[in-house]
């Protein structure tokens, strides 16, 4: 069983280490879930010399005031022989032999944490004492609760005492050992008054009376120590400790006990409940009782860490990794975040994630649509076609057939088509830049570090407006080649007609009838629809060869040259990671290194049973 009290001492001194000492945070703290015990008690109520009666050794500071302004973490280890000694977790492998020196180190570090303005911490101050003469045990030491400030106290200061008493004591681990004297009325009892408010059924609360051997003669405690006055569901503990007389004349302690066992033993009206009152039993009665609370508690805290690990991992996954301090490290660090972000862009594009189906949409819909609007019968009608036919031919009558008009119009009918084949360029240029928008929203790591977000960012629009510009060059020149080069199978395969030409005998301005126009008119028409036809198809596979598979092959290329030419500095620029970020990484790093070594603690203790 005394493993236990151990195990639990190693994991709260690697708590206050690792700076978790249920301290209000947004980290888990696993000092809430270890069973401890707090002393509570007013100013003067003999606090300080019960636990010094449990030690056996004058090791606390004394004085008018407040005098403890911070947590003492007391945490007893028994010795079979040796020198008694005590260790400080601030000052590692120092070894006190000197009690006195124990007593001045305690004031020394609470003025280093709080200053000597009488200000209060709770941040603990952690000390073991190794002794043949005490039992394994733990004890917190919280300041004395009192009710005005004294000089060079802030007026706060009542508030911030019982505030800090209250946030240990209103755990569920906490065992609370209310200090209250024996010859004042319990009723106005400061640790009886907040361990009720905490504690309403008393069922982790130790009443200790002290003083008693002080009560007005006439009176005594029997009452409260028989639980009448006031009841806990465990037996109330009477001290007797050492006068202010005997503590100036450096009484011995061991003998200080001999006479608080003679008094009880002696004094008629306590000689029945002696077997249970003293010092050395509150010392080992607390002693077994924790050691109960910690073995039952054991299985849940064992959970708590296996928990907490999973999510203090995760997070740290979700953070990501600190960054080399080297300029090799820094730019493996950009690339790799590269990678991460040019994949996800990869993805939307191949339909692994949403956005890629938008392109099609401009190939199957947009672009067919565009050309549909621009309406080649209103263009080819009966007096455009007569113009341009008649404007073809000069001041030269055509001698077969209207070759140059043809031409004309069926130009000017295809030029058109260069509107709908830039809109497309554009629509899927637009669709490629959202989706560098929505990758870099889902590359968490580029979350860390804004600057970084907004170089890839940029380098990728640039990239885009490179791909798009030859895209247009690209997608134009189809359209551009249909229109310097017909096809002339189209027209061999047209139906002869037998009349050649126009009457000779009419104006130059009436060469042709009506009907004859027309049918210029339609079989022009019909060229361009086969020529709209194979655009459809054509100007989708330029756009998506220029554009779209450029984008998955070489969206970052120019940003990685560019990369290579910047010197640390500019690096470490870009990876200006949010300070706040940084601080939450290291605060979870080292809240995991906590719970990993309490895992390792725990399991040792576990094998070894």
Not at 64 to 78: A, E, F, K, M, N
Not at 501 to 520: A, M, Q, V
């Amino acid at each position: 069983m005394e493993t236990l009290i151990s195990l639990v001492n190693k994991l709260q001194r690697a708590c206050t280490a690792l700076g978790d000492h249920g301290e209000e945070n947004a980290l888990p703290t696993l000092w809430d879930s270890l069973p401890a015990i707090a002393v509570v008690g007013g100013q003067s109520s003999g606090k300080s010399s019960v636990l010094e009666s449990v030690v056996g050794k004058d090791f606390l500071p004394r004085g008018s005031g407040i005098v403890t302004r911070r947590p003492l973490v007391l945490q007893l280890h028994r010795i079979n022989d040796g020198q008694e000694y005590a260790e400080f977790l601030h000052l590692p492998r120092k070894k006190f032999t000197d009690f006195a020196l124990v007593r001045k180190e305690i004031a020394d570090e609470t003025d280093r944490e709080t200053g000597r303005s009488k200000q209060v911490s709770t941040v603990p101050i952690y000390l073991s004492i190794y002794s043949p003469n005490v039992v394994n045990l733990t004890l917190i030491d919280l300041p004395g609760l009192t009710k005005v400030a004294v000089e060079g106290q802030p007026d706060s200061i009542v508030g911030d005492i019982e505030n800090m008493v209250r946030s240990f004591i209103e755990k569920p681990n906490c065992i609370i050992l209310a200090i209250s004297p024996a010859n004042q009325d319990l009723a106005t009892s400061d640790a009886i008054k907040i361990s009720r408010e905490v504690d309403p059924k008393g069922e982790r609360t130790f009443g200790v009376l002290t003083k008693i051997d002080l009560m007005d003669k006439g009176t005594d405690a029997v009452d409260i120590l028989e639980g009448k006055s006031y009841r806990l569901q465990f037996p109330w503990i009477g001290v007797v400790n050492r006068s202010q007389a005997d503590i100036n004349k450096s009484v011995d302690m061991i003998a200080a006990r001999r006479r608080e066992r003679e008094y009880f033993s002696n004094a008629p009206e306590y000689k029945h409940l002696a077997h249970r009152m003293g010092s050395e039993h509150l010392g080992t009665m607390l002693s077994k009782h924790l050691e109960q609370v910690i073995k039952s508690r054991i299985p849940g805290i064992q959970s708590l860490i296996s928990k907490t690990i999973i999510e203090l991992e995760g997070e740290l996954s979700h953070l990501g990794k600190p960054i080399a301090a080297d300029s090799g490290g820094k730019m493996y660090a950009i690339m790799e975040i590269c990678r991460v972000f040019d994949q996800i862009y990869k993805e939307h594009l191949d339909g692994v994630r949403p956005g890629g189906e938008k392109v099609y949409n401009v190939f199957d819909n947009q672009l067919p649509a565009a050309i549909k609007r621009l309406q080649f019968d209103k263009h080819l009608s009966m007096e455009n076609v007569r113009k341009l036919i008649t404007e073809a031919d000069g001041y030269q009558p055509h001698l077969i057939a209207p070759e140059q008009g043809y031409r004309r119009l069926i130009e000017s009918t295809l030029v058109s088509i260069r509107g709908p084949a830039e809109a497309a360029v554009d629509a899927v240029h637009s669709i490629l830049k959202e989706l560098v928008h929505k990758a870099i929203n889902e590359t968490s790591e580029l979350k860390q570090y804004p600057s970084l977000r907004v170089e890839v960012g940029n380098a990728a629009v640039d990239s885009l407006e490179r791909m798009r510009n030859e895209s247009k060059r690209a997608t134009l020149k189809l359209v551009d080649m249909e229109c310097c080069y017909l096809t002339v199978d189209f027209f061999r395969k047209l139906p002869q007609d037998a009349e050649k030409g126009g009457n000779p005998t009419h104006s130059i301005f009436d060469r042709y009838n009506d009907s004859y126009l027309r049918r210029i008119g339609t079989t022009v028409l019909s060229y361009v629809n086969m020529v709209c036809a194979s655009l459809r198809n054509s100007i989708p596979k330029s756009i998506v060869y220029c554009q779209v598979r450029e984008a998955k092959r070489t969206l970052l290329d120019h940003f990685f040259a560019e990369l290579g030419k910047k010197e640390t500095k500019q690096l470490s620029s870009m990876l200006d990671e949010d300070p706040a970020v940084m601080e939450r990484r290291a605060a979870l790093a080292k809240r995991l290194e906590l719970y990993r070594s309490a895992q390792a603690e725990i399991d040792a203790v576990a094998w070894a049973k």
